[in-house]
């Protein structure tokens, strides 16, 4: 089989756009990288350890391939397609009836859109908790924000399109909470929906800004932080500790949390990016030896060409990924409801399930703060974590006194409550009961453990770990309870006896 | 870890994976192949394969395989019906499968009108199930078979129907003559029979019978002898009554009689029209989400809902003030039919038929406006068909006999015009223009018509010829007479002296025989038509005869009684039938300033001395304490604006 295929690669053909051989030396495997218009974002080599699927899981990459698919599904929908307001409608019931695909092409782009929000949001969650957002890579975490903000925004402007009951209430919701915002909250609505209501302007703005807008704006987002991801050395991964093989022992998951290897950081964050990416660096392999399978270099990393063992890596995660939405899509339709009716408000109107935390706050809290105060002030906290330096040196928690500590801990716990409880319409124990969890599993490093892994594992954590576990907990716990447990007038339902709303 | 047992690990990765690629691009392709199949094998290509193969079979011509769809009026704009339904789409109809059968004939063309605007359904959609509307979330489901009509009346339902109890002897004569032996009225299009069944709408010539005569007479085929014919006046403007209900639906049309018979407008509004009862103007319209089945036995849909409405009332809302119809399951259907047919929008007003435009933009009646029609349309549910009276069951109060003569002979026509035009507090609905609807004609007209339910007077010629006995007389106005009027005649608070000496009108027998007649306007003086001439003559004998000469003089008048004994009368002697609810329940609740306001006190006056058993002793009260009650209630409210007059 190799032979007639190295003969066309030898082509004259071939060899006017692939300016490589055959990748079957590692100089032509780094040349089907770095000369590639497509692949040369890629290292030509990267470190083993980068690239084991418990890592990362992939988030990121499954995120982009996400993105991908959505882009193909959209150019195909936009076939179809009109943004007015009674073809909208008909249109999406041409695509489930008569347009050939129409169906699986439509269901595939809802769910892959679910898909990304959720992939994406998996993606911050592992990377801050692989500590990943450290100096130098802040900026890169700034920007991953923003890529979030902006997916988040693609799913809500899409999810106008079609135009039906669902569709127009859950952006009803929406845009009434963004004109909560005092003083331009008014202006910001307006420019939102090109009017005073909901109707042809908003629908025909937020196609534009659907098609258009965003996805370029996430494509240049996108660019820009693979981009910084290489300038920074690649993946963050936990310090090799001097002349030691990497500690193998602890599965990679926990051995990625903030690797609690205190005394590393000691040449400075600086210091060790560079040295990074000195690793990184881009130096073509110039030997031909095949069976150099696995490099080793200056910093006794090992390492890997790219090609083939990243390239497929990729294209199975890719694979499994579009196997999956394929298979979801072929089974359960995207809704579509009554067409928009602005004279019937279904009750309950409930926005997009991403929103839907914000929905459930909207219980216990005036607009303002549920739609706008805490929204933007978990977006900033989150953009600017990276920035403050509290816990480069990692001392543990409970070091010296931990009984001080631990009054001091609960203490802020019962304070944090109070503040919750104030100007809330009763008690929010989606926020309080997970912060409570997780000021008791922070205690429970404090508890005298026998040497094993769990102790010295909680007793290293940081405070932005524990901070970020009780957001991500909270903002689970209140979508869920928004998505399954809220039904007419937002009373409290029991999804196994009312169904789900 | 060394570099030699990393590559050796990585080299077995790498190998899987190569083996995962693999699998997963098999998987993949055929997961993605998929969709484009089941795309492809679809429903209605093999509808329309079948198609072909049996064509073939039939030597017709091959048809291409695609979706076919339709314009249509809706605001879905588009019907693929035609994709499977082959032969409503205009392709050459097949046997073999009902799929491909033609149309039925029909007055519109289905390729030009589409489908679902008659039938209902979702016509964009391709597969049976969600055209047929079983989709989650489409609300507009086909209208099942026994309520197919109710398409027709989607544009339709305000066409203009006679009365219905024209219609019902005109359809008996019909059929009674044998009309049916020559004629077909079910649309069987029969080769034998001239078709009748779409008459209404075509238009037909009222000299029918003339034709008809003139035919016979000109043919030799001996079925003429069989012919019906002649009929009278009235037998004619019947059978025209029936003719002109033939508008092809039959259900339909049964269905719009059977409400107009009931007089479900009585309490529903319909258009504007009706009673204070639910507006039914877009029943057609509710959205079975919208409604709950949790008593509802037969099917969960609109249809269901509304039978389970029509057969009992009390069990979807036991607090409900309907009365149970009482109707046969095929009449529940009928009107179900309607009741489906009635959407206030649609489909755009380009697309609106004449009797629709006219109903809805020039304000035209779709409902007889002669008197009997009307009051069966609005008043028999609760006054009964002939105005008898009724208690319908659960109703806050009785709807009284306004039909018989002890209510007519005291209510002037300007009283029962009041009456229907300002409604009674709590009792019955107003049907002014502004409330119910009505139009002064039309309620001039039902007060007419009322007016005939009044028993009818012998002639005056019969009542002189009658023999003369003054002791019978006597009799009579000692009974009748003297309550108001005096034990002699001679004048009272509220019945001014009859055997005053210049009285003009009981100098005279023809005078005395129209005051009976017709009573006296805005007095409390009503009508005396029960009695037979001999009585009569009787009675105008004794009038006459009495002695004038002793009574008070010509400028009587009326005392106004006093309101404190009246106040004080009517506590001891009306409240327990009369007073405020719930006491007031054998009698209306007149102790009310609303019921007060709508009644003169000629009415008040007239019934009190009238209405009442005057077998019993507390009832029979005098003129003097009469007025003060009467004052009494007039103190609780103002007169009407209006008096009576006649």
């Not at chain 2, 989709?135 to 086909?142: K, M, S």
């Not at chain 2, 009644?599 to 019934?607: E, K, Q, R």
Request: a positive charge.
């Amino acid at each position: 089989m190799r032979e007639p295929v190295k003969i066309l690669l030898r082509s004259r053909v071939w060899r006017s756009f692939a300016r490589h051989g055959f990748p079957d030396s590692n100089r032509n495997r780094s040349l089907a990288v770095f000369s590639n218009f497509f692949l040369h974002f890629h290292p030509v080599k990267v470190r083993v350890r980068a690239i084991r699927f418990t890592r990362t899981f992939y988030l990121g990459g499954l995120t982009a391939a996400c993105f991908f698919i959505l882009t193909m599904t959209g150019f195909f929908l936009m076939f179809y397609y009109r943004p007015a307001v009674p073809h909208a409608y008909s249109d999406m019931k041409d695509f489930v009836y008569v347009v050939s695909s129409g169906k699986f092409l439509r269901n595939l782009h809802r769910w892959a859109a679910h898909a990304m929000v959720a992939l994406v949001f998996a993606h911050m969650s592992w990377t801050f908790l692989r500590g990943a957002y450290r100096p130098p890579r802040e900026f890169n975490w700034v920007v991953g924000v923003s890529l979030l903000v902006a997916t988040l925004l693609l799913s809500y402007t899409g999810y106008l399109l079609p135009w039906d009951q669902l569709a127009y209430w859950a952006v009803t919701v929406g845009t009434n909470m963004v004109a909560s915002v005092p003083m331009v909250g008014q202006k910001i609505k307006l420019l939102l929906l090109g009017g005073h209501v909901i109707n042809d302007s908003a629908l025909l703005r937020f196609y534009v800004l659907h098609c258009v807008v965003l996805p370029m704006a996430l494509a240049l987002g996108v660019g820009l932080h693979v981009w910084r991801i290489r300038k920074d050395g690649g993946i963050h991964l936990p310090a090799l500790p001097k002349g030691d093989a990497p500690d193998e022992s602890l599965p990679p998951v926990l051995a990625g949390l903030e690797a609690g290897h205190p005394a590393d950081d000691s040449q400075g964050a600086e210091a060790a990016g560079a040295r990074l990416g000195a690793t990184e660096s881009v130096r073509l392999v110039l030997d031909e030896d095949e069976a150099a399978d696995v490099t080793v270099d200056l910093n006794d990393e090992p390492m890997v060409m790219t090609f083939p063992h990243l390239l497929l890596r990729e294209v199975v995660a890719f694979l499994a990924l579009a196997i999956v939405l394929a298979v979801v899509s072929l089974i359960f339709d995207a809704p579509l409801e009554a067409i928009a009716d602005p004279s019937r408000t279904p009750n309950p109107a409930k926005a997009p399930w991403y929103f839907l935390g914000l929905q459930e706050l909207l219980r216990y809290y005036p607009p303002v703060v549920a739609g706008v105060l805490l929204p933007a002030l978990s977006i900033t906290a989150l953009a600017v974590i990276p920035y403050f330096r509290v816990n480069v040196e990692r001392p543990p928690l409970w070091g010296a006194a931990p009984l001080r500590r631990l009054a001091l801990l609960w203490l802020a716990i019962a304070a944090i409550s109070a503040l919750f409880r104030l100007g809330a319409s009763g008690m929010v124990w989606s926020i309080v009961i997970p912060l409570w969890l997780v000021g008791a599993t922070m205690s429970a490093g404090a508890l005298p453990w026998r040497e094993g892994k769990v102790g010295p594992w909680l007793r290293t954590r940081s405070l932005p770990f524990w901070i970020f576990t009780w957001f991500l907990a909270s903002a689970i716990t209140l979508t869920v309870i928004g998505a399954l447990f809220r039904g007419p007038s937002w009373h409290l339902t029991v999804p196994w006896h009312d169904g789900i709303y | 870890m060394m570099a030699k047992d990393a590559g050796r690990a990585t080299s077995r990765a790498l190998g899987r994976l190569r083996v995962a690629f693999a699998l997963l691009s098999i998987t993949l392709l055929g997961v993605l192949a998929i969709a484009p199949a089941t795309s492809h094998f679809s429903e209605w290509r093999a509808a329309q394969q079948r198609y072909v193969n049996l064509a073939q079979r039939a030597k017709l011509e091959p048809i291409g395989v695609r979706v076919r769809q339709a314009p249509s009026p809706t605001p879905d704009n588009v019907d693929r019906c035609g994709s499977c339904h082959l032969g409503a789409a205009g392709v050459a109809p097949v046997d073999g499968d009902p799929l491909f059968a033609a149309h039925p004939s029909i007055p519109h063309d289905p390729a030009r009108f589409g489908c679902t605007i008659c039938h209902g359904g979702q016509g964009r959609a391709v597969t049976g199930r969600a055209a047929h509307g079983g989709e989650a979330n489409w609300e507009e489901p086909l209208f099942p078979r026994p309520y197919r009509e109710a398409g027709c009346g989607v544009c339709h339902s305000r066409v203009r129907l006679p009365d219905p109890e024209l219609v019902a002897s005109g359809r008996a004569l019909f059929a009674a003559r044998g009309c049916g032996g020559c004629h077909d009225v079910d649309g069987h299009d029969l080769p034998t029979k001239r078709d009748l069944s779409k008459v209404g709408l075509r238009g037909f010539s009222r000299q029918w019978q003339d034709h008809h005569v003139r035919a016979a007479g000109e043919s030799t085929d001996d079925r003429w002898a069989a012919s019906p014919l002649p009929l009278g006046d009235e037998e004619h403007a019947a059978v025209d009554a029936y003719l002109q209900s033939l508008v092809g639906a039959p259900q339909l049309v049964a269905g719009k009689l059977l409400v107009a018979r009931l007089g479900c407008r009585g309490c529903h509004r319909i258009d504007g029209v009706g009673g204070d009862g639910p507006d039914l103007s877009d029943i057609g319209g509710r959205r079975a989400s919208e409604l709950d089945f949790s008593r509802v036995r037969g099917e969960h849909s609109l249809a269901g809902w509304l039978r389970e409405l029509l057969t009992d009332p009390s069990r979807l809302d036991p607090r409900s003030r309907m009365p149970a119809p009482g109707l046969a399951p095929a009449e529940i259907d009928q009107v179900i039919t309607y009741l489906l047919s009635l959407r206030t929008d649609p489909i755009s007003s380009a697309f609106w038929p004449p009797d629709r435009v006219r109903g809805m933009v020039l304000g035209e009646r779709d409902f007889p406006t002669e008197g009997r029609p009307l009051f069966q349309a609005f008043c028999s549910a609760c006054h009964g068909a002939r105005g008898e009276g009724r208690a319908p069951a659960g109703a806050v109060a009785f709807a009284p006999a306004i039909g018989g003569d002890a209510f007519l002979a005291i209510a002037s026509d300007g009283f029962l015009r009041e009456t229907v035009r300002r409604g009674r507090p709590e009792h019955m609905p107003a049907w002014g223009a502004s409330n119910g609807g009505l139009h002064p004609e039309e309620i001039d007209a039902i007060a007419a018509y009322l007016r005939t339910l009044q028993h009818a007077l012998p002639s005056f010629a019969e009542v002189s010829a009658s023999a003369l006995d003054l002791a019978r007389g006597r009799e009579v106005f000692q009974q009748t007479c003297t309550p108001c009027h005096g034990e002699r005649g001679e004048g009272t608070a509220i019945g001014p002296p009859l055997a005053a000496a210049d009285n003009p009108v009981t100098a005279r027998d023809d005078a005395i025989y129209g005051t009976l007649a017709r009573g006296v306007d805005d007095t409390a003086m009503g009508s005396f038509r029960t009695f037979d001439a001999p009585t009569l003559r009787a009675l105008i004998g004794a009038v006459t005869t009495l002695d004038r000469n002793h009574g008070p003089r010509k400028d009587w008048r009326p005392r106004a009684g006093d309101p404190g004994r009246g106040r004080e009368l009517f506590g001891r002697h009306c409240v327990t039938c009369h007073g405020a609810r719930p006491e007031g329940r054998k009698a209306p609740a007149i102790e009310d300033p609303r019921f007060v306001a709508t009644a003169p006190d000629s009415f008040l006056t007239a019934s009190i001395v009238r209405r009442h058993d005057r077998s019993r002793e507390e009832l029979r009260r005098s003129p003097d304490e009469v007025a003060d009650v009467v004052a009494y209630l007039r103190s609780l409210g103002p007169a009407p604006a209006s008096a009576g007059d006649r």
